[in-house]
Each structure stands twice: as structure tokens, then as C-alpha cells.
């Protein structure tokens, strides 16, 4: 075997490894955890919020009453009273779909991986927004596709940079494979897909034979209560819908969907298989209960006020500490703020001494494959109390401004770190 002396597989490892980044961003959040640092980082559900004791009783009865099957091997498919109350959920975007067409995986970013691996070659194209999901990016690295980034704006993405996009892939001879679209409440942008746009993506994406692979984990977390219709609703037989009940009750439970055209969900059950028999039933009967026999609605809306509250606290705490240049996304729902600083900024060279300054956010260039977001951040605003969002931002405030000072008296390049363009990062995986 040959190697080096810190890795001595290197040189048995499959080629698609090459696609795997190491995570920045988990090495962040080991900082971030520490009590007198604020994060703004990471997009963790406020769980304190849900019946932790009768959920307690619940799990209890579960595996007093169902124990064996609960804790026994299940259906790659999942189990199908789960299956029938997720299309139940999907219902309230729209959305009409047969229990049979619902596959479950262990969360969404299961999902990703899964339909990746069905539909990608390498060197095909995925076309994604700029900027898009960490999680998703890491995936489609690692399944060694070239993603392409398409522009969004406050009605976010952009048909007409669709179609333009489609046609330089095409004019190159490259094969684009998937649209991927988070199109309410965007991780990481916070803009929300305008109903219009909707259904002109749809029908871009169907003239040019490509599926739209339409990631949905914030849809009913609206502020103001607005479900928007998914664009599944209006297009079955051509965009593959994710669903996820990480942000609408608990991550840890690792319980997402993907509802597919019916011969793309017969492959999806055999890769679901292959990759780990079948999700954990005992997860997703508690899931089956809890939707059963809690009122999971006015969970949903209680999440919506408690999120709407720390937006708010945010949005003010922005406006009041930000330099004069700084700009911001001002979402309506969902868990983020996009944030782009003053020219000449670099926040992946900031954020060591935002951290030293007690603050923590996820630098932009980790949402993009081709070199952008050196002057973007995103702030999350699920998990802190509103004071600490406000004690936060306030920190970040003090951070640009003395950025700015060194940025005046030594010029941009002293921004940045020694060898670097400002201008990269790898995407690295992402808790949310």
C-alpha cells in the first residue's frame, strides 16, 4: 500500500472523494457553543418551546405499547401511517399525493443524497441558486457534479438567468440534470420565491427535460401565517418535492421525505435500501404520534410568533449598529438574514476576530461553488434570545467598524489573510 505518512489510503481512495470538504463550518460551531460567545450561526430549531414532558410520555407509551415494533427492522419505504400524514402536511402547501409516492429518509439532506445519486453523473450540471445551501453544495460536490450558480433577487431566482444559464450549459455541451430551488424563506438568502416566478421556473425547466428538485423545510414557518403553494402543486410530474420535520419539531428525531414521480420513487426506495435498510422506525412512529395526538399546528404557529419576535430584534439591532454600506435581507419567515458588507470587506478573513470579539456568523463564500460571498454573511435568528441577538449584532457592529478603521488606514489587502484572494471557500457541510 502506498500513501504518506498521515494518510496512508490516500492512494486507494475512489475519486469521487476529492468532492468532500472538511467543515469549516462544524469547527465554527465547536467555537460558537461556548456561553459568552453570541452565534449567529448555525440554524437550530428553539426547542425549549416544545411539551417536552408529554413528548417524554409519549416515547414512554410507545415502547410500552409497540415496543417490538417499534424497535424492530421497518419498510425502506418508511412506515405507512407516517407516510399517509405527510401527505396530510404537503396538503396544506397544495400539494395531492398518494402515501405510495412518499419515500422517508433519515432528514432531508438523506434525501439530497439520494437523489444525486439516482440522477448525477460526473460532470453533469446541477443549476442552484447564489447563493444556496451548504448541505446541498457539499453533496453535489461530493457526487462530483458542476454546479452552477443562477441569480436571485428579493423575488428570488431569477427565470430570465434560468433560461440563460440553460442555454450557456447547452452551447458548451454540458448536461444539466437538476434545478435545485429553496424557494420559501431561502437558506441561506431569506427571500422567498414569488408565486408568479413559480410557475414560469417550472415550465422553463420542463421544456428543457430538467427536474426541479424543490428543497422545502421552512414552507409553514411564515410569519404572518402565508403557506405558499409549493410548486410540486402545479407541476407532479416534474419536480421532485423534499420535505423535512427538522425546523417544524425536532432535528435530532432526523426524519425528512421526498414525495417523487412514481418511477423515480421505485429507484429512490432501492437506494434507500442500500444505504441503511430502512429509517429508524421507532423515530418516525414517534413522529406518527406526535402528529396524531398533539395539536402540532399551534406548535407550528407558536414557532412562527417565537421566530417573528427574534427577526424583529435582528432587523432592529442591524439597522441601528451596521455601517453606513452594509445591506440585508429582510425575511418572512424561516430562520435567516443575508447580510453583505461594505466593499473591500472579506467576512471569511473577519470572522476570527468577530469570534475573538464574541460573535459568530457563517462567512458567504461557504454558499457558493464558484468564488463568491466574500462579502456576505449569514445571521440566523432561531436560536438566541432576543437580547443576545441584539447583544450580538451589536458586536458585529463594532467588529466591521473597526474593520473599516484598518481597512482606512492599511488598505482591503490587510483584510484579508496572507495568500488569500478573498474570493473562496469550499462548501463545507452545514447542521442547518
Request: hydrophobic letters at 45%; charged letters at 20%; one cysteine or more.
Amino acid at each position: 500500500m502506498t500513501g504518506n505518512s498521515l494518510d496512508p489510503y490516500v492512494s486507494q481512495y475512489a475519486s469521487r472523494t476529492s468532492g468532500m470538504r472538511a467543515s469549516a463550518i462544524r469547527a465554527l460551531f465547536a467555537v460558537a457553543s461556548r456561553p459568552e460567545v453570541v452565534s449567529l450561526a448555525g440554524g437550530m430549531p428553539f426547542l425549549q418551546s416544545l411539551p417536552l414532558a408529554e413528548l417524554a410520555e409519549s416515547a414512554d407509551k410507545l415502547i410500552a405499547t409497540d415496543g417490538t415494533i417499534a424497535l424492530q427492522y421497518g419498510s425502506g419505504q418508511g412506515i405507512p401511517a407516517l407516510r399517509e400524514q405527510i401527505c396530510d402536511v404537503m396538503a396544506l402547501e397544495g400539494i395531492v399525493a398518494e402515501p405510495d409516492d412518499v419515500v422517508v429518509t433519515v432528514g432531508s439532506q438523506m434525501a439530497l443524497d439520494l437523489v444525486s445519486k439516482i440522477f448525477c453523473d460526473p460532470g453533469d450540471v446541477i443549476l442552484a441558486e447564489a447563493p444556496s445551501y451548504v448541505g446541498a453544495l457539499s453533496v453535489f460536490s461530493a457526487y462530483q457534479t458542476e454546479v452552477v450558480h443562477v441569480p436571485m433577487d428579493e423575488d428570488g431566482l431569477i427565470p430570465e438567468a434560468v433560461e440563460e444559464a440553460i442555454a450557456t450549459c447547452a452551447a458548451a455541451g454540458k448536461r444539466v440534470k437538476l434545478l435545485y430551488t429553496i424557494p420559501n424563506y431561502h437558506n441561506p438568502a431569506g427571500v422567498t420565491l414569488s408565486a408568479d416566478r413559480r410557475g414560469r421556473i417550472a415550465a422553463i425547466c420542463r421544456a428543457a427535460g430538467i427536474a426541479v428538485l424543490e428543497d422545502n423545510p421552512y414552507g409553514l414557518l411564515g410569519f404572518d401565517g402565508t403557506v405558499h403553494r409549493a410548486m410540486r402543486a402545479d407541476d407532479p410530474d416534474n419536480v421532485i418535492y423534499l420535505g423535512s420535520f427538522s425546523k417544524t419539531f425536532a432535528p435530532g428525531l432526523r426524519v425528512g421525505w421526498v414525495l417523487a414521480p412514481h418511477a423515480v420513487r421505485e429507484k429512490l426506495v432501492l437506494a434507500n435500501e442500500a444505504a441503511t435498510l430502512n429509517p429508524p422506525v421507532f423515530n418516525q412512529m414517534m413522529i406518527s404520534r406526535y402528529l396524531a395526538d398533539f395539536d402540532w399546528q399551534s406548535q407550528i404557529k407558536a414557532y412562527r410568533q417565537t421566530y417573528a419576535e427574534r427577526r424583529d430584534a435582528m432587523l432592529g439591532a442591524l439597522a441601528t449598529h451596521m455601517p453606513d454600506g452594509t445591506t440585508w435581507t429582510v425575511p418572512t419567515g424561516g430562520f435567516y438574514v443575508w447580510l453583505t458588507v461594505p466593499d473591500g470587506f472579506d467576512t471569511t478573513a473577519m470572522l476570527p476576530r468577530a469570534v475573538s470579539a464574541r460573535v459568530a456568523y457563517v462567512p458567504g463564500a461557504a454558499f457558493f461553488c464558484d468564488g463568491g460571498g466574500s462579502q456576505q454573511m449569514r445571521l440566523s435568528f432561531c436560536f438566541p434570545t432576543p437580547e443576545r441577538i441584539v447583544e450580538g449584532v451589536r458586536r458585529l457592529g463594532a467588529v466591521l467598524d473597526a474593520e473599516r478603521e484598518v481597512h482606512a488606514t492599511f488598505g482591503a489587502d490587510s483584510l484579508r489573510p496572507a495568500g488569500a484572494s478573498g474570493a473562496s471557500a469550499s462548501p463545507a457541510p452545514d447542521i442547518a
